[in-house]
């Protein structure tokens, strides 16, 4: 549907290899695209130049009847980038999807899992050490609650991205976007950083990934870096065997280090610099200390 040209082919092409370069952003977009595409071809839309607002407008009207409102804001930006790049490439006059307004959606709180204190030192402690994998782990989930890296910073980074400056470890994360974000590591975090790096006899290898994956289960390590599926997996394996009731994530372990940062008088601004993020608000949404006011107040209720 969005190739009836080569001319048009080749440009959407071009939209998702030269103009998009997150892969995240990448898959997600071209999945709101090809659901679109589908849409379209149902309903008999077989050309570009036929695509209206009224066209556009149904579309979305039918994602809000299976999708929540932040899934379809996310679908209909992805069309309006799409034919943004197509009216600026001239293969349509007007994006029909510029004038159709998404539906209203407001967050005060973050719906990420968050850990307390205790949970997350229970799962840190209750990690198997004898391993290179259980070594592994333990500096992996250790990465995210003491620096608020994303999984995805995480597991990119390189074995020289651990580094010693001014007598105090560092690590450098490839962040979004191409930035790199460096950040001073806690001491519980250096003890685990280099205790992996030696126990796994990766020190001298600067090149290599840091965070490896398994060899099957004999908790040996490949040279390939870990997925993010995996460490998913991984994070599940070590809740369940903490006896963590509370259903986390990859981003569980950085919404827990910035709500502990803050409640232990850690301040918004700074923690928005530490977590890299490119506004106070986003990381507003991670900051889960009204939860145990909240509970404290329900418990009131003595009936």
């Known amino acids: 549907m969005f190739s009836p040209t080569p001319t048009a082919a080749k440009r959407t092409l071009e939209f998702f290899t030269a103009n998009i ?91 990420t899992p968050v850990l307390t204190a205790e ?8 990690i198997d050490l004898s391993t290179p994998a259980g070594l592994r782990d333990r500096a992996l989930i250790g990465l995210m609650v003491y620096t608020f890296a994303r999984v995805g910073a995480a597991i990119a980074m390189r074995v020289g991205d651990v580094y010693v400056q001014g007598r105090r470890t560092w690590v450098r994360l490839h962040e979004k976007g191409g930035k790199q974000h460096e950040m001073p590591c806690h001491h519980n975090l250096d003890d685990y950083l ?20 398994s060899v099957g289960r004999t908790g040996t390590l490949s040279e390939r870096p870990i997925s993010q599926a995996d460490v998913y997996r991984m994070i599940g394996r070590r809740g369940a065997a903490a006896d963590v009731r509370t259903k986390i994530g990859c ?14 008088g850690g ?28 509970l404290d107040e329900v418990e009131r209720i003595v009936i």
């Open 267 to 294: 301040k918004l601004e700074v923690a928005q610099q530490m977590a890299n993020h490119e506004s106070a608000r986003t990381t507003g949404l991670y900051d889960r200390r009204g939860d145990g006011v909240s």
């Open 21 to 111: 370069r997150n892969p995240n952003t990448r898959k997600a977009y071209a999945r709101a695209v090809a659901e679109f595409a589908a849409w379209c071809a149902n309903n008999r839309l077989e050309d570009l130049a036929e695509i209206e607002p009224v066209h556009v407008a149904a579309y979305v009207e039918q994602l809000q009847q299976r999708l929540a409102a932040p899934s379809v804001k996310l679908h209909l930006a992805a069309l309006r980038v799409l034919f943004d790049w197509l009216v600026v490439g001239q293969i349509i006059r007007t994006n029909p999807a510029s004038s159709v307004r998404g539906p209203k959606h407001s967050v005060r709180k973050g719906k």
């Open 194 to 213: 280099h205790a992996y790096i030696d126990g796994a006899q990766l020190a001298g290898d600067d090149e290599g990934f840091l965070f490896r994956s």
């Open 119 to 126: 949970e997350a030192r229970a799962l840190l402690d209750a």
């Open 251 to 264: 981003h569980s372990f950085r919404a827990t280090g910035i709500t502990e940062y803050l409640r232990n």
